[in-house]
């Protein structure tokens, strides 16, 4: 994208990092800091991610959303997870490490609390918690939760497992 307008990108690039201009992310990934009286702003999450996939078909979110469902979660993670159809990997970008999932099935435009209890019976064997007591309390508190809308994203986003618990306990 710069090519046209240097003969020696690497260089001018360097220089504009050293000037404090530009800030390198990762390789061939460069932004431009917005200035706040505290200092350089780093760039939104999900602004440095649409420039690293070069895409914008993706979900981006932490872990720590799931402590919102009331399922008796006790864990703090520092994971941001981006579901996309593209890359898979834990990468650094900038000082932040994100999770890259790939997937090949649908997944929606917008986090979801329905979405969130899903997801976290997909990665509940991932997390630091009592698995038989976060599924008693997820049973417990079906009823706070659009069913309808459980059991079609169980069925587009869950594993095979996901959709059986969901599928015994809704009906």
Known sequence: MLLPYSKALDRDLDTLVEK???RKLAGGLYY??????????????????????????????SWNQYNSLGVGLTQLYNRVVVINCKRHGVFKLG???????????????????????????????ELAEDTSSVKQNIRNRLVYFDKEKLLRLARSCGKVSTRKFFEEHIH
């Open 20 to 22: 404090g201009l530009l």
């Open 32 to 61: 431009k800091p917005a200035k706040s009286a505290l200092g350089a702003l780093p760039p939104k999450d999900d602004n440095l991610v649409n420039s690293f996939l070069r895409d914008n078909k993706f979900l981006l979110y």
């Open 95 to 125: 000082n932040k490490e994100f999770d890259f999932r790939r997937s090949n099935k649908r997944f929606p435009n917008k986090v979801t609390p329905e979405f969130l209890l899903v997801d976290l019976l997909n990665n509940l064997n």
